[in-house]
């Protein structure tokens, strides 16, 4: 009567089955932890913990695809074969939308137009650039600081005061005076903060937005420029509207660099920002580290002469600072029936792979 009851062999089945499906439960649980996310985690030290060990494990993944692809380009040279094509990187810049105004080496149309535009007289060496330089009429401490820089990296560049003259008077000025183009610097709260390029006479009219200044006293290890007339690069202006922002500046300089003072101007577009620099290039000699002495020249007294390799090394010499085009309009400065080719507004900004320039 009081002995225990036995298990029928259905309980048995039933018990074994519940146990498999708990074995697999918890496989499935240790699944769900390894894949929680570190922002899921609100302990501080076990986040930062789990983040850490993920980072190790993509970087040793990494590294094991790294060494994977290189077996393969040994094996391929040793076979003879192609090595295997090297993946290219996804990036906004090859990624970026189609436009059908991007400049080709073919095309007529643009090549003509450019014979006829308002830079060919400048471009052609028909006339000497000569610019003009002056402020707003609210100047700051920082805007006479850039614009002394400035008149240091364009030749043949002249800076006017202001005053209280109207911008059309001033135009007026310039074309009395012979002067090709005419940058007036804006300045607001004390920091330069918008530049202005009006092509004497006849246009056109670019207003840049101006970032990121920082003078030549600001910049490490920096190098005061030379007189020379420097040489200009102009990187990544690929469309119509790029093509003609490029030869706007290219009318701010001479066509003859002097190559003596190794001086160079780099604008340098990227996702519509135009960064400037300004550097020169330096040429060194140093002695080349051998270990062994073996094999080394020698002079008439038996002493070992080191041998010496020539580098190339930049230093810059300042400003540095970034433009993002906001309007170009043709003509002359006009704020009342002046006719724009382009101006940027908010709608344009709905797509990170779409750029103008």
């Known amino acids: 009567m009081g002995g225990k009851r036995k298990k029928s062999d259905a309980e048995d089945d039933e018990s074994s089955l519940a146990g498999k499906d708990d074995g697999q439960g918890s496989k499935s649980n240790k699944k769900m932890k390894m894949e929680v996310l570190p922002s899921m985690i609100k302990n501080k030290e076990k986040r930062s913990a789990v983040h850490a060990k993920l980072k190790q494990q993509k970087k040793l993944e990494k590294r094991k695809k790294a060494k994977a692809r290189e077996t393969a380009e040994k094996r391929a040279l040793e076979l003879g074969e192609e090595p295997p094509e090297k993946k290219v990187p996804r990036t906004i810049e090859n990624t970026r939308e189609a436009d059908e105004t991007v400049c080709k080496p073919d095309d007529e149309e643009l090549f003509a137009g450019n014979d006829a535009d308002e830079f060919s007289s400048v471009l052609k060496r028909q ?27 364009i030749p043949n560049s002249h800076y006017y005061k202001r005053g209280t003259y109207d911008l059309k008077k001033v135009l007026e000025y310039a074309k009395n005076k012979d002067f090709t183009s005419i940058i007036v610097v804006h300045t607001n709260r004390r920091e330069p903060d918008a530049l202005l390029i009006i092509g004497v006479p006849d246009g056109p009219t670019a207003h840049f937005k101006l970032s990121k200044l920082v003078l030549r006293k600001d910049i490490k290890g920096h190098g005061n420029p030379t007189g020379h007339k420097p040489e200009l690069v102009l990187n990544n202006f690929t469309t119509r509207l790029g093509h003609r922002i490029g030869r706007l500046i290219q009318s701010l300089f001479p066509q003859d660099p002097e190559f003596k003072g190794r001086r160079v101007v780099t604008f340098h577009n990227q996702r519509d920002f135009i960064f400037f620099r300004h550097h020169r290039y330096i040429f060194e000699t140093r002695e080349s580290k051998k270990a062994n002495s073996e094999g080394k020249a020698k002079d008439s007294k038996g002493e070992i002469v080191p041998e010496t390799k020539t580098i190339v090394r930049l230093q810059e010499c300042g400003p540095r600072f970034t433009l993002k085009l906001i309007s170009l309009q043709h003509g002359t400065f006009d704020t009342k029936g002046g006719e724009y080719e382009w101006v940027h507004k908010p709608e344009m900004d709905t797509s990170r792979r779409r750029f103008f320039l």
């Open 127 to 153: 006339q000497t650039p000569k610019i003009l330089i002056t402020t707003c009429r609210f100047n700051s401490t920082r805007g006479p600081a850039f614009i002394s820089e400035l008149l240091s990296v």
